[in-house]
């Protein structure tokens, strides 16, 4: 358990913004970053995945 450095109220371990104030939680900031950064990318593979299938199903179409 840890607490809100502004207003000392209690918080969630994986709390990032407090409830009480909406100040936000100092620690673990670098793990959230990274982990957020990483899901960014895994979007942006998603994405290019996608358009990838559309364009094999557009250069494909003609053939069908
Ligand atoms: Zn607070």
Redesign the pocket.
């Known amino acids: 358990m840890k607490y809100?450095?502004?207003?000392?109220?209690e918080l969630l371990d994986e709390a990032v913004i407090?409830?009480?104030?909406?100040?936000a939680v100092e620690s673990n900031v670098p793990a959230v970053r990274g982990n957020e950064k990483e899901s960014v990318l895994k979007t942006i593979a998603k994405v290019f995945m996608v358009l990838g299938c559309i364009a094999n199903g557009i250069a494909l179409f003609p053939l069908c």
């Open positions: 809100c450095t502004k207003c000392g109220r407090c409830p009480g104030c909406g100040c």
